[in-house]
């Protein structure tokens, strides 16, 4: 059995994946292989792989997008190494890199272990450590490192992320449910520390990202939003979980997401969370002092006439796992199924 096996996602990476496979095999660790998952590039980008310069390295090809979770799952799945380390296809690891990720992720209670991330562009800047969220929008807006060594992270970043490859498994990889881009990684921190693990920066090790503002491939915006409401569908209650929605009801795409959201099998895997979960999403976010500006008066904004918007699956009646809305003056108030809210005395 292999100790490591890195995972690395591409689409369209161009010569970027030429760069980072190269780097990967220099500072890669023994009896550790490397896994070249494409994402269906229409770019040639990953031609170079079926040379025999690269006999070593395990490419796989998807010819349908699957995206970057669905891609993670893919690639990690066809390994049994002990632990698995998922990297963007434009990075830069320094040697020695994965010492401090071992001895980090051999701590007792650690569930994933992320680098300081760099920046390709301004290799002079300070690197980031971690993310954290802003405002009901979810996005992860990277931290300034605030300690050496290893410690907890709201959120790390999917750029360069350790985990086991047992504990993997058992927390449900990532979500599968997720489409295209956007919010897989956030959405597998935070339900690493909901379960009971925790998420680390490993401080003494860099690892250069290239940044940019979009992605070489094309991002549905409706899916986009599917995923950030997944995610709060799944992970969030009360305030925080109206105001994610209510924050994206403006959204020209808000009508198509919410039906995408609907059809998916989101109320399920919210119950298989459920019960897994150690920790309330009140708990995570008191942890790290995190303040979304969120309105305190919910359960006040509750007593008012509120409309029940309904998503049914089954279009001649409701069903326990539909999912409803909770609206009042225009503004999303709580989201869940009929039976979630029924049992909360709201429908």
């Known amino acids: 059995m292999r100790e490591l096996a890195t995972v690395i996602i591409s689409k369209n990476e161009g010569e970027e994946l030429r760069r980072t496979v190269d780097c990967m095999l220099e500072v890669q660790p023994t009896n550790s292989e490397i896994i070249v998952v494409d994402d269906a590039s229409t770019d040639d980008s990953c031609a170079f792989l079926t040379g025999a310069t690269y006999a070593d390295v395990r490419y796989m090809r998807s010819d349908a997008t699957l995206g970057v979770a669905k891609a993670r799952n893919f690639g990690a799945s066809a390994t049994d190494a002990t632990y ?3 990297s963007d296809a434009h990075v830069r690891v320094q040697p020695g890199w994965w010492e401090g990720f071992r001895a980090a992720l ?6 994933a272990v992320g680098p300081g991330f760099g920046n390709l562009a301004d290799i002079a800047r300070a690197p980031a450590c ?17 300690g050496t060594g290893a410690y907890d992270v709201p959120l790390l970043g999917g750029g360069f992320l350790g985990v086991r490859n047992d504990l993997w498994r058992q927390v449900g990889m990532f979500d599968a449910g997720m489409q295209g881009l956007g919010f ?5 921190c935070m339900r690493l520390w909901l379960f009971g693990y925790r998420c680390v920066v490993q401080s003494d090790v860099v690892v250069l990202h290239h940044f940019r503002d979009a992605p070489p491939y094309y991002v549905d915006t409706a899916w986009y939003i599917y995923n950030r409401l997944r995610f709060a569908t799944l992970h969030l209650t009360g305030a925080r979980l109206a105001d994610v ?21 989101v109320i399920a895997r919210k119950d298989w969370i459920e019960s897994w979960r ?19 008066d919910f359960l006040a904004r ?30 999303v108030l709580m989201t869940g199924s009929l039976s979630e809210l029924r049992a909360e005395g709201y429908v």
């Open 278 to 296: 150690r920790h309330t999403d009140e708990w995570f976010f008191d942890k790290f002092s995190i303040d979304l500006s969120l309105a305190s």
């Open 84 to 86: 698995l380390v998922f």
């Open 302 to 331: 509750l007593t008012g006439s509120l409309t029940a918007l309904a998503i049914p699956q089954d279009s001649d009646r409701l069903c326990d796992n539909d999912l409803l809305l909770l609206v009042r003056r225009g503004k």
């Open 130 to 146: 971690g993310a954290t969220f802003t405002r009901p929008t979810l996005k992860a807006q990277l931290m300034e490192q605030k």
């Open 184 to 188: 897989e990684d956030s959405e597998f």
């Open 245 to 265: 929605f209510s924050e994206s009801a403006a959204l020209p795409v808000f009508r198509e997401a919410l039906h995408k959201l609907a059809d998916s099998d």
């Open 106 to 111: 051999e701590t007792t209670g650690v569930g």
